[in-house]
């Protein structure tokens, strides 16, 4: 995690007065941190200073791949207790690399990574973490949500389980169980997600947060995931510079529900054959409708997809729209869209047996 510090012959000029502003923007290591005076040469390897987190007053330095931070100890030992025994550890050593007077933590984080992390231990990443207003990719918030975990910064993991959770229901939301749902980059989102390979970064995502135990909000991800390609499921990908891959136990469930959804589909979606077969009311419009609407699954190959989360409303409304005088009466509709969705709250619940989480339902 941290390579070992480099010893530098340097005075410790810690607490030294500096003129450069608090939040100076500084584009290049300083050449001048090699002059005589302080006798500090500068490493060959020194990253570019990060043009805000290099505070004047800072006392700890931060050398991540592509970037460096001079921020203050204090700051993440209070988020983070594997800061605090970096830190500890750092202060241990007899002849620590030193840079203008701070002892160096090495680290081998991608810069651009810890900066936003760094930024939202000091300003809450300029109100945009934690404000659902704006809406965070998928990438960005599997970003810190990662180093989250590896520095244990749990106020930051909660607030990705949180968004991810409004994403991927853990309590029956019968809207908001289809893949147009999550697929959505609607504003009132919290994440958007823009490839199908997104969902793969979720589940792996939330076994790094908790390989045993992983937060709820993966059962429905590993739900959605059941659609996607064989070849996104059993292959490693790339994705934001990273190859993720769902585990073999997760590849197994997925391939096991493919086909046990799919019969689940059909049982879901038995009340409007039943009510073909016994009518629900005397009206031959209202039966004609019900027919329609199961010629319409039938020819779209929904009764034969693994997706009977999907909410049956909108085919009722299709049918009355393209076909007026084959209109399925308004009380069954209801009737149907009840016995629908009583069968939906049953799978929903079983999500979790199917997928092997033992967390769901996180809420009843
Ligand atoms: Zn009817």
């Not at 500090?40 to 200073?49: C, L, R, T, V």
């Not at 750092?90 to 680290?107: A, D, I, K, W």
């Not at 760094?118 to 300029?126: E, H, M, P, T, V």
């Not at 609607?186 to 997104?198: G, L, M, R």
Request: net charge negative; glycine share 4%; with cysteine.
């Amino acid at each position: 995690m941290v390579r070992r510090s480099q010893a530098q012959a340097g005075l410790d000029l810690e607490g030294a007065p500096d003129s450069t502003p608090k939040r100076q923007k500084v584009e290049e290591p300083e050449a001048s941190t090699s002059t005589a005076l302080n006798a500090e040469p500068a490493p060959d390897s020194f990253e570019p200073k990060h043009p805000e987190l290099w505070w004047r007053d800072g006392n700890t330095v931060i050398a991540a791949d592509g970037l460096s931070f001079k921020v203050h100890a204090g700051i993440l030992e209070k988020h983070s207790s594997v800061f605090c025994e970096l830190l500890e550890e750092l202060q241990g050593v007899e002849q620590p690399e030193m840079f203008e007077g701070c002892r160096v933590l090495r680290v081998d984080d991608k810069g651009e990574h810890l900066a936003a992390l760094l930024q939202i231990l000091y300003d809450g990443g300029s109100g945009s973490f934690t404000d659902w207003r704006k809406p965070l990719k998928l990438t960005a918030l599997r970003r810190v949500t990662l180093l989250a975990v590896k520095y244990k910064i749990q106020h930051i993991i909660d607030e990705a389980i949180a968004r991810l959770e409004y994403i991927f229901p853990t309590s029956f939301e019968p809207d908001r169980l289809v893949e147009s749902f999550y697929m959505s980059t609607d504003k009132s989102h919290p994440v958007h997600f823009d490839q199908a390979t997104d969902l793969i970064a979720v589940i792996t995502l939330a076994r790094e947060i908790n390989p045993d135990t992983p937060p709820s909000f993966i059962a429905m991800a590993l739900y959605h995931s059941v659609g996607l390609t064989a070849e996104m499921l059993l292959k490693p990908i790339k994705y934001d510079g990273d190859e993720i891959m769902l585990s073999l136990a997760d590849r197994v469930k997925c391939f096991e529900q493919l086909y046990l959804l799919a019969t689940t589909n059909k049982t879901v979606k038995m009340p409007v054959v039943s009510a073909i077969k016994k009518p629900l009311c005397s009206s031959t419009t209202c039966h004609d409708g019900l027919v329609a609407v199961l010629s319409q699954w039938i020819s779209n190959g929904e009764l034969a997809t693994f997706d009977p989360l999907g909410p049956c409303t909108y085919a009722f409304e299709k049918v009355a729209d393209k076909h007026p005088n084959r209109r399925v009466c308004v009380a069954c509709t209801a009737q149907l869209t009840k016995a629908i969705d009583d069968r939906r709250r049953i799978l929903f619940a079983s999500l979790g047996e199917r997928f092997g989480i033992s967390t769901w339902p996180a809420q009843s």
